[in-house]
């Protein structure tokens, strides 16, 4: 166990509806990181944050989105979903600075149709 | 970012030795190489690092050649449970860029 925590673990939407993924770091670290894993293939980097800031995005549309709160928990918000989508969306957390490794969560299974 | 190479599957035996080849010759030198492990419908888990330096821990040892360009990963005693995908990223800390790793097959 991570301490990381996602929810919900599996969600279903249909084609342009909008989703909210949702995750609670471990204790203490106040960093987030987002991941798209499509099946297959390794975990895409979606952007990070930092002290309610972003840090860092990778090659993602404007649709997806995200905030971190003051407790350092965070959500990412994809909009106009597309089928595209469908993938498992993992969250890490990490403290910066001492950022040797990255906890991960068991993720969210999201299925676009 | 440095681009890996790593074989796309390997098997080993259960209790032998499990070495897990990387190859990163772009990598940086401010980039450590990190290895990850992802076992079916988990999040990825962290296993070792490394910037120069050979390192060991309770999980594996990381062995990385003199001029960086390649590294392995060792699990001295494979079990079944160590059968996941085996990622190799050189990376700067927090920020991964996962590749398609290696998936490794521990039989009996």
């Known amino acids: 166990e991570t301490g990381v925590t996602q929810s919900p673990t599996h969600l279903i939407k249909t084609r342009g509806q909008q989703v909210t993924l949702r995750c609670s770091s471990q204790?203490?670290?106040?960093?987030v990181s987002w991941y798209q894993q499509a099946l297959g293939q390794g975990p895409q980097f979606i952007f990070q944050?930092?002290?309610?800031?972003?840090?860092g995005r990778g090659n993602f549309p404007p649709r997806f989105s995200g905030l971190q709160f003051p407790n350092y928990s965070s959500e990412l918000n994809v909009n106009a979903l597309e089928l595209d989508d469908s993938a498992l969306y993992l969250c890490?957390?990490?403290?910066?600075?001492?950022?040797?490794?990255?906890?991960f969560g068991s993720g969210t299974q999201l299925s676009v149709l | 970012d440095a681009k890996t190479t790593q074989p796309p599957s390997m098997d080993c035996a259960e209790g032998r030795a499990a070495n897990l080849p990387c190859n990163h010759s772009?990598?940086?030198?401010?980039?450590?190489v990190y290895w990850y492990r992802q076992i079916h419908s988990q999040g990825p888990q962290y296993i070792i690092h490394?910037?120069?330096n050979n390192e060991t821990n309770e999980m594996a040892s990381l062995i990385i050649t003199e001029d960086r360009k390649s590294s392995t990963l060792i699990l001295p005693h494979a079990t079944l449970r160590d059968t996941a995908v085996y990622y190799c990223?050189?990376?700067?800390?927090?920020?991964?860029?996962f590749g398609t790793g290696t998936r490794l097959q521990v039989f009996p």
């Open positions: 890490a957390s990490s403290l910066s600075g001492r950022g040797e490794k990255l906890f």
């Open positions: 204790s203490g670290h106040n960093t």
């Open positions: 944050y930092y002290r309610e800031e972003e840090n």
């Open positions: 772009t990598i940086s030198g401010n980039e450590y």
């Open positions: 490394g910037l120069k």
């Open positions: 990223i050189p990376s700067r800390p927090d920020k991964l860029i």
